[in-house]
């Protein structure tokens, strides 16, 4: 399984940027669990978005509601993080996860246990 994650940049605040991520030796509708998340220098990774197989429903992290959208497109097996009104406090590198297996944790937006990662994805907001 591969994930290849791109999108990134450098955009002013209250722009926008959309990150993908297209997964190789994998259909992403088998997923139980597929994120995004990010990691800021000094910080610990954070949940941002996910999308829950079991419940077909998308989950956000509490920084960015309302302003993040995950979306998915089958046929191209790739997922889609659109991110509008950015801030600085965005900055960090953006990676995309999956869950290939049953996993035991309720949250999808828990980092810990996603079985495969991409690379990550550089996302500098400043002005």
């Known amino acids: 399984v591969q994930l290849q994650a791109s999108g990134g940049g450098l955009v002013q605040p209250g722009g926008s940027l959309r990150l993908s991520c297209t997964a190789s030796g994998i259909t992403l509708q088998s997923a139980y669990y597929i994120g995004w998340f990010r990691q800021a220098p000094g910080k610990e990774r954070e949940g941002v978005a996910c999308f829950n197989k079991r419940d077909g429903r998308q989950y956000y992290g509490d920084g960015v509601k309302g302003r993040f959208t995950f979306s998915r497109d089958s046929a191209k097996n790739t997922v889609y993080l659109q991110m509008n009104s950015l801030k600085s406090e965005d900055t960090a590198i953006y990676y995309c996860?999956?869950?290939?297996?049953?996993?035991?944790?309720?949250?999808?937006?828990?980092?810990?246990?996603?079985?495969?990662w991409g690379q990550g994805t550089q996302v500098t907001v400043s002005s």
């Open positions: 996860a999956i869950d290939a297996v049953p996993p035991s944790r309720p949250s999808c937006l828990t980092y810990s246990g996603y079985d495969s």
